[in-house]
């Protein structure tokens, strides 16, 4: 193993590393993230290492290589591949594709049509990754390397100009100079709060205390979020070469990265990525031979979303109890055992490489006035091109859901998106043209967050939304201050009562009391920001909040306490269809006997309602009204006219 | 230690570097109440019934006054309609656990807060803390802790510390603003001595 020893050295690796790679062998790119890996991705790769073995390539030198990569984002789509150096990407690969990917597409250089993106719209089919709507609009700085790189190889992250940021600043910059770089990039972090990244290395960076700390926040715990883990699993090395830029920067000599232990992938890849840094010489004493040293280790999170917080997150480094504590004083000044300290979330790390890379100037030449660059989202729900989305700042909602996002799923009408995980916010139809940017999400009451995005369409109840984030703080919440965990324990009593038809005339006000005292008077960012699902949801919903407590209405039918289902007796035509599908056995007929549902034993599956054909259209949705009671027994036989 | 000015309810106010805001107020006889405070122990900032209004960089927010440190020009209003709208509707929550407790009666009829506003819980503790950081910061036995987070967030004696500290102790006891914490200690020596706890109650 190679030790570098200095900038030459490194370039001169990267020289031979590149040159002994033919540019024109065949390399097939399989995501093994961990959406791939659950849609069976390893079982792909298997069959790709005994596919190559039984038709005698392993041997032949130049014929084909198999990566293992990171996650690229089209996880709804997954297991994917790419194989270059054609860029032809196939979705939804099995294992028995494998031969007839190696002997066609390898080997007799045509493209499987079939296993090709196929635009819905216009029904074409796309050969090419980066030419797949779900790509074409994204500009994919951080995430672009994912699929470019086994993430277990230190070489493909030198082959593709890994670590030539650390080199450039340990011999062409001083630690002044590079926050100074980081400072005029505009980046603010990516954790949620949006807090300028360069200024916050400045406080660190001029404490007088001797011993500092920089560590990197991998606990990400939004709900349905996971651009970091994506990060992290992917592309270790570059969360590394951020970090101990930062270092550098801010005059630290130990880091940590805080990883949340459901995250074993990003561990175990991280894990390695350390030690072979480590082996190189870009970790540990005297980096680069430049006298600079710097070590890091990994700490694993036990499973709490308030250590994402970065107080309680340093608690729960020293081995305490996750709790924040107040701020000031703030982590720069006393930090982990009470020495100057700088977190950043993952993203932010991952960017720092770029911008010394490339330069302050382009990134600012990405994004709107206050917020630069790109960011990572993680768009899911109801929406038909789930995964990791990377854009620029600036971009309308509209554009990620619709261009990027491919639209709403059978063709249902969009109602809200929810960004910034369980304390942001939704935002509606009218907002959709917002540009997306730190300042402008918060103008409607939402917030950027760490980059969740929900989809909702027209079935999602936005008084069960909020029920549903609250109860998710309600069990997250450290408990130590008042207001966030008795806020949050009497608002989610209000709502499941809305939710489940017990809803009273004043509760709206009583929430919104509740609200402001949690927002105001919370210890951490948890409780003062733990209302805004509920505020926003109340500001842009208000009626659906008004036909809950007062119709005792659902208008999406989604609170099962709230509707029933009820077949028409003019329009069933006793298919059996509903009958034979519903699970609990709640449907009562036969054949030429019109069918009934028994209320009683009816669990509000929707089963009835989905199966139906829609040219009898029998099943309905009853909310806020009595359910019609069954006709009699002696009426339900059906006379068929033609059958006399 | 500097000397810095401050403002509070419009008085000029002298406090030491390092002083609390709650400090400060106490210092020229401006009361602020606490529930979770004590001089003895390590403030903690877990009631936020202390909070006060204060104004900086054209915007006033909330802040614990046992926690926020003093600093040069601050300005504090420790009673205005937010404070006291924030305070009425914690105390309610506070009620909601232990709607006889006489500390929080007494504060409840100063705010007006409404002692059946919220559907009664369980438990009696408002999980202040205060036995919890008496038994570690003075007696330093920690014989009692918090399990569990959120909102299942509950007061625990360790049973194995109980039986060797606990009896000659009980310094905890006059700490507590609901009592719920005797009935805690109660249960836990009943369950660890269940013979000796029907012993009559001069003994104890």
């Known amino acids: ?644 | 230690m500097s000397e810095i000015l401050l403002q509070i309810d419009g008085k000029e106010v002298k406090a030491k570097e390092g002083m609390t805001v709650l400090e400060a107020a106490r210092s020229v006889e401006i009361s602020i109440p606490t529930l979770c405070h004590h001089e003895k122990l390590e403030p903690y900032g877990a009631c936020r019934i202390c909070v006060v209004e204060i104004d900086g960089r054209g915007r006033s927010n909330l802040a614990a006054a046992c926690v926020t440190p003093v600093a040069e020009g601050l300005v504090v209003r420790t009673r205005s309609e937010k404070v006291d709208k924030t305070r009425r509707i914690l105390l309610e929550l506070f009620l909601a656990h232990a709607p006889d407790s006489p500390i929080l009666k007494d504060l409840a009829q100063e705010y007006g807060a409404d002692k059946d506003r919220f559907a009664k819980e369980a438990s009696f503790c408002i999980l202040c803390g205060l036995c919890v950081r008496y038994c570690a910061e003075v007696a330093k036995k920690n014989a009692i802790g918090f399990i569990e987070r959120g909102a299942s967030r509950e007061i625990s004696f360790i049973p194995q510390i109980v039986s060797q500290e606990c009896r000659k102790c009980k310094g905890c006891f006059s700490l507590c603003p609901t009592e719920a914490l005797q009935a805690a200690y109660h249960l836990t020596e009943a369950l660890t001595f269940p013979l000796s706890s029907c012993e009559p109650e001069s003994e104890k």
């Open chain 1, 1 to 644: 193993m190679p030790r570098i020893n200095s900038p030459g050295e490194l370039e001169k690796f990267r020289k031979d590393l590149i040159s002994k790679k033919n540019p024109d062998k065949p390399c097939i790119a399989i995501c093994t993230g961990t959406g791939c890996l659950a849609l069976g991705a390893a079982n792909v790769v298997t069959a790709f290492k005994e596919e190559i073995k039984k038709q005698g390539l392993q041997n032949k030198f130049d014929v084909v290589e198999i990566r293992e990569t990171g996650c690229p984002g089209f996880c709804e789509r997954g297991p994917l591949l790419v194989i270059y150096p054609l860029e032809v990407c196939y979705l939804q690969v099995q294992p028995g594709d494998a031969e007839e990917i190696i002997s066609q597409t390898i080997l007799a250089k045509k493209v499987i049509d079939r296993l090709l993106y196929v635009d819905p719209v216009t029904g074409e089919k796309i050969v090419h990754e980066s030419e797949i709507p779900f790509y074409k609009h994204q500009v994919r700085n951080l995430i672009g390397n994912n699929i470019k790189i086994d993430p277990k190889s230190i070489e493909d992250y030198l082959a593709v100009g890994g670590y030539s940021a650390l080199a450039k600043v340990l011999f062409h910059a001083t630690p002044e100079q590079v926050t100074e770089t980081v400072k005029n990039s505009g980046l603010r972090g990516r954790g949620g709060a949006g807090f300028s990244t360069g200024k916050k290395w400045e406080f660190a960076r001029n404490s007088a205390e001797k011993i500092k700390y920089v560590i990197v926040n991998a606990d990400e715990g939004d709900p349905g979020a996971f651009m970091d883990r994506a990060l992290l699993e992917g592309n270790p090395h570059a969360v590394l070469e951020g970090l101990t830029i930062g270092a550098y920067a801010i005059g630290s000599h130990e880091g940590y990265i805080y990883v949340r232990q459901e995250y074993p992938l990003a561990v175990e890849n991280v894990g390695i990525a350390i030690r072979q840094a480590e082996e190189y010489g870009f970790l540990g004493k005297n980096i680069f031979g430049s006298g600079f040293d710097f070590t890091t280790k990994v700490h694993q999170g036990a499973g709490a979303f308030v250590c994402g917080e970065e107080t309680a997150l340093l608690r729960s480094l020293e081995g305490k109890p996750g709790e924040p504590k107040p701020r000031p004083p703030y982590p720069a000044e006393k930090g982990l055992w009470d020495k100057p300290t700088n977190i950043n979330n993952v993203e932010t790390w991952a960017n720092i490489p770029l911008i010394i890379n490339k330069g302050a100037e382009f990134f600012t030449s990405i994004g709107t006035a206050g917020s630069k660059g790109t960011k990572i989202f993680s768009l899911v729900g109801k929406v038909n091109n789930t995964g990791l989305v990377e854009v620029p700042m600036g971009i309308t909602l509209r554009d990620i859901i619709y261009e990027i996002g491919g639209g709403i799923p059978k063709g249902k009408k969009f109602k809200a998106v929810q960004t910034g995980g369980p304390s942001g916010g939704c935002i509606p139809e009218e907002y959709l043209d917002i540009k997306v940017d730190f300042d402008e999400l918060g103008k409607v009451g939402a917030i950027m967050g760490s980059g969740g995005m929900i989809v909702m369409d027209e079935d999602t109840c936005m008084v069960d939304v909020a029920r549903y984030f609250l109860n998710f703080l309600f069990g997250e919440s450290c408990g130590k201050c008042s207001p966030c965990r008795e806020g949050i324990r009497q608002m989610l009593k209000i709502l499941t009562n809305i939710t489940e038809g017990r809803g009273k005339d004043g509760d709206i006000e009583l929430l919104e009391e509740l609200c402001a005292a949690t927002r105001d008077a919370s210890l951490c960012a948890l409780g003062g920001t733990a209302p805004n699902p509920v505020l926003n949801t109340i500001r842009f919903f208000r009626n659906e909040y008004e036909a809950h407590i007062k119709e005792k209405r659902c208008p999406s039918f989604s609170c099962k306490e709230l509707i029933a289902y009820y077949i028409d007796p003019e329009k069933c035509q006793a298919c059996m269809i509903c009958l034979r599908k519903c699970p609990a056995e709640a449907i009562i007929g036969g054949k030429n006997r019109i069918h009934v549902i028994a209320q009683e034993k009816c669990t509000k599956c929707g089963t009835c309602f989905e199966v139906c054909p829609s040219r009898f259209g029998a099943v309905k949705r009853l909310s806020g009204e009595l359910v019609p009671s069954p006709i009699p027994e002696e009426a339900r036989t059906i006379v068929r006219e033609n059958r006399k």
